[in-house]
T-cell receptor, first 113, second 113 residues
Framework: DTEVTQTPKHLVMGMTNKKSLKCEQH?????MYWYKQKAKKPPELMFV???????INESVPSRFSPECPNSSLLNLHLHALQPEDSALYLC????????????FGSGTRLTVV | KQEVTQIPAALSVPEGENLVLNCSFT??????LQWFRQDPGKGLTSLLL?????REQTSGRLNASLDKSSGRSTLYIAASQPGDSATYLC????????????FGTGTRLQVFP
């Protein structure tokens, strides 16, 4: 298995809702990432997990809450989002270390109404 | 601060042309550079990964070169096809922050029949 699987593919949520994005990989990668991408912009890093521990939080608002329950799974919990949070959310994984590239999932298109 | 720029921002060419996409980075302290393809509204697909010690990598009709000292990489696409239409992103992994990919601004490519 050489894929990163993200669910759901599309999500519409109200500003008072709570929802979660899920990301899964079975490549044995021990680093996992959340990126946010707005239209016609490059992806922006949000969070990094290394060996299931949060190693980087790029000053992301607390309405985004990441979780890494095990080495294969990464969640992003969403609560009280704003319309400007609408974007494509991308999950990625890699081996820990300097020589490795990243594998990205197909993303979750989030719309906040 | 590392900045990654891609030129041109957009490119429209007839089928069959050979293409060169450019990626420039300001800080040569990189471990590797990765080229990605992104179709509209989709995730990132890795095309080629070049380590800092390498000069080039090839995969099918794609060839990527790296000149770390001058801060440049090029992606060469031979005999372009309409199916090559997508946005192409380069990204560098820094030596002093290996958890963070720095993405370029992207080149939007359209190949018409």
């Amino acid at each position: 298995d050489t894929e990163v699987t993200q669910t759901p593919k599309h999500l519409v949520m109200g500003m008072t809702n709570k929802k979660s994005l899920k990301c899964e990989q079975h490549m044995g990668h021990r680093a996992m990432y959340w990126y946010k991408q707005k239209a016609k912009k490059p992806p922006e890093l949000m969070f990094v997990y290394s060996y299931e521990k949060l190693s980087i939080n790029e000053s992301v608002p607390s309405r985004f809450s990441p979780e890494c329950p095990n080495s294969s799974l990464l969640n992003l919990h969403l609560h009280a989002l704003q319309p400007e949070d609408s974007a494509l959310y991308l999950c990625a994984s890699s081996q820990v270390g300097t020589d490795y590239g990243y594998t990205f999932g197909s993303g979750t298109r989030l719309t906040v109404v | 601060k590392q900045e990654v720029t891609q030129i041109p921002a957009a490119l429209s060419v007839p089928e069959g042309e050979n293409l060169v996409l450019n990626c420039s980075f300001t800080d040569s302290a990189i471990y590797n550079l990765q080229w990605f393809r992104q179709d509209p509204g989709k995730g990132l697909t890795s095309l080629l990964l070049i380590q800092s010690s390498q000069r080039e990598q090839t995969s099918g009709r794609l060839n990527a070169s790296l000149d770390k000292s001058s801060g440049r990489s090029t992606l060469y696409i031979a005999a372009s096809q309409p199916g090559d239409s997508a946005t192409y992103l380069c990204a560098v992994k820094l030596t002093y922050n290996t958890d963070k990919l720095i993405f370029g601004t992207g080149t939007r490519l359209q190949v018409f029949p």
